[in-house]
């Protein structure tokens, strides 16, 4: 893939199927967290709030979900369904999003950098 310089872009080269499913990330990251900042990082999206929050990225066999290690821990059980590594969550193409999920990782992740930022 050509490297990009930003999310639409992103996005609109992906195949329609695997663009809907992005899309769909893209919309929860925005919907559970006003103000967070969109880029491009490593060549896939990404995001952050009060830091890194998150990245995704499609490949031929999987949409990755790049959310911490400690978010990998926290959810253990929940992605006992997919493969994961330590900050990695391989969702199946052609398979349905677990959209409940991907919230609950991006609200954690929220609260996880919030903690943070208040600390400092």
């Not at 199927?17 to 990404?46: D, H, N, S, T, W």
């Not at 959810?75 to 919230?103: A, C, M, V, W």
């Not at 954690?108 to 950098?113: A, E, H, L, M, S």
């Amino acid at each position: 893939m050509k490297k990009v310089k930003d999310v639409a872009t992103y996005l609109a080269m992906q195949p329609p199927p695997i663009r809907a499913q992005l899309a769909a990330i893209r919309k929860i990251v925005f919907q559970m967290i006003p103000g967070v900042e969109e880029k491009i990082g490593y060549g896939m999206p990404a995001y952050a709030y009060h830091g890194v929050l998150l990245y995704f990225a499609a490949t031929q066999k999987h949409i990755g979900l790049y959310a911490m290690p400690a978010a990998i821990r926290a959810f253990s059980e929940e992605l006992k369904p997919y493969d994961t590594s330590k900050g990695t969550i391989r969702f199946p193409l052609g398979k349905r999003l677990p959209t409940q999920l991907i919230r609950n990782i991006v609200k954690f992740r929220k609260q996880q950098n919030e903690e943070r930022a208040a600390a400092r």
